[in-house]
């Protein structure tokens, strides 16, 4: 079966690839099924808005879609960016400038314990769906480490690998990182009903 991933992240691509390698016969990004869109996300979790992306996939190709929406947890911020993380610093946002506020916002903050949360929405044509969720825990630290990773991996200190997930291999993070952790529980939920 071929399913149609609901993004353009070639970092993310990847990393789905490497996770569900084997699940599908293909897993096609938006450019290679020569889809130019960006889909609104006005979910208020990051449940509803993996189902908002995936469903708007399904309706465009007919073909089974996957989907995910992820954020960054700091306790000390109320749990934001959360659904915001990826437009943080604005709708003209970039990864530095939304890292930048971050550091901003945290700078007298005694506790910078965060997590990272993904839930993964599978949608079919038929109207049913799978969703899983995967989550890691950390903390942000005060400057940025590492050449790797994207977002806010720079920031993202593990103690599960004892660094950033910006000087983890792509090995490394994608054994415990939140997507791959909701990529292998989904994994289990599609084998389960295969």
Known sequence: MKIALATNNKHKLEEIRAILNGCFEQILSLSELGLDIEIEETGATLEENALIKAREIVRLTGMPALADD???MVDALGGAPGVYSARYAGEAHDDKS???????????????????GTVIAVCYPDGSYLTAEGRVDGKIIFEERGEGGFGYDSLFYSEEIGKTFAEATPEEKNSISHRGRALRAMLEKLKAQA
């Open 98 to 116: 939304n890292r930048q506020l971050l550091l901003k916002n945290l700078e007298n903050a005694p506790d910078r314990s965060a997590h990272f």
């Open 70 to 72: 992820t954020g960054l």
